[in-house]
């Protein structure tokens, strides 16, 4: 895998962050199984819960173009170390990624990097399984 290459991208697309209340940008880019590589920037909004993360931005562009099948994710972000996902992105990967295979680059630059497995970041995930048979469906 092209680490390097995937950490550009996520730098890259940082620059394109829309963050005028926490100046804090991020830049994510996600790597298909097919081989195709999404990116997305953080954009918030004046009532925070109403701002994207830069994953959930990559993961949802590739869901619109009909991808469903992920490899790796590198993130990349304003601050002086590696860092992780936020919650519900870790929550949202664990929908369509496998947990024990799934890479995600915590990249301070190209040459800079962690890589750790969404299981790691994500233990005890809330899955199907939780689920209870319901009379609904």
Same mark, same amino acid.
């Given at each position: ?9 996520? %730098? ?30 953080? /954009? ?38 590696? *860092?992780?996902?936020?919650? /519900?992105?870790?929550? /949202? *990967? ?11 680059? *915590? ?14 970041? *994500? ?12 009379? %609904?469906?």
């Amino acid at each position: 895998m092209d680490y390097q290459g995937l950490i550009a991208r996520a %730098v890259e697309v940082k620059q394109s962050a829309y963050a005028p209340y926490s100046h804090f940008r991020v830049g994510a880019a996600l790597l298909t199984k097919s081989g195709k590589i999404f990116t997305g920037c953080n /954009v918030e909004n004046v009532s925070y819960s109403a701002t994207n993360c830069a994953e959930r931005t990559a993961v949802y562009k590739a869901i619109s173009e009909g991808e469903r099948e992920f490899a790796a994710i590198a993130v990349n972000g304003d601050n002086d170390d590696y *860092l992780p996902p936020c919650g /519900v992105c870790r929550q /949202v *990967l664990a929908e369509f990624c496998d947990m024990e295979t799934f890479e995600v680059i *915590l990249a301070n630059n190209e040459e800079d990097y962690r890589i750790v497995t969404l299981d790691r970041l *994500l233990p005890g995930a809330f899955s199907t399984d939780n689920l209870k048979p319901s009379d %609904v469906f």
